[in-house]
């Protein structure tokens, strides 16, 4: 079974556009890629005009299917599939179906880029809840998420 994610950008308009992704959604794939190798929000644009993805990977341009992670597969682009992408008039749009609607009950991750308060361009991610309320919690900056999903499986390890 795919861990289903959802990465999204918030747009100086406001408005929010987004693409999903099939495979390997979870912190220690999409999020760690997003995190080293998605800074530039002109890339995250680029990544954004493929529609959706079978895996994200470091690098936009096509390339090799294999190794995977190195280059985004893309439904449209790689396989001729119809173009698809997801649009919110805004991030609190976007915010009230994750939290109240359980609109994306089958995604697991919703990795969201926006401004920050400093006005810089950060990643925030969204983790489904494991109780299957179909709501999430509450979005927090990834680099952050990453961090703690790495010291709890240190401790996880020291334990053993």
């Known amino acids: 079974m795919s861990t289903r994610a959802v ?39 680029q990544l954004l005009a ?34 698809h992408d997801t649009r919110y008039s805004s991030y609190d749009e976007l915010y009230h179906k994750l939290t109240a609607t359980g609109a994306f009950w089958l995604i697991d991750y919703v990795y969201v880029m926006k401004l920050d308060q400093t006005g810089h361009y950060q990643w925030y991610v969204a983790e ?16 952050e998420a990453i961090a703690e999903r790495i010291e709890q499986e240190q401790a996880g390890e020291n334990d053993a």
Request: hydrophobic letters at 35%.
């Open 50 to 83: 493929l529609g959706d993805l079978l895996a994200l990977g470091m690098e936009v341009k096509a390339g090799p299917r294999l190794p995977i992670y190195e280059h985004v597969i893309a439904y449209h682009r790689d396989y001729g599939e119809p173009w």
């Open 128 to 143: 489904h809840q494991p109780n299957d309320s179909g709501k999430y919690q509450a979005p927090r900056l990834l680099r």
């Open 7 to 45: 990465i999204f950008k918030v747009l100086a308009s406001g408005e929010v556009r987004g693409v999903y992704c099939h495979c390997d959604g979870g912190l220690d794939c999409v999020g760690a890629i997003l995190n080293l190798a998605y800074h530039d929000p002109a890339k995250v644009d």
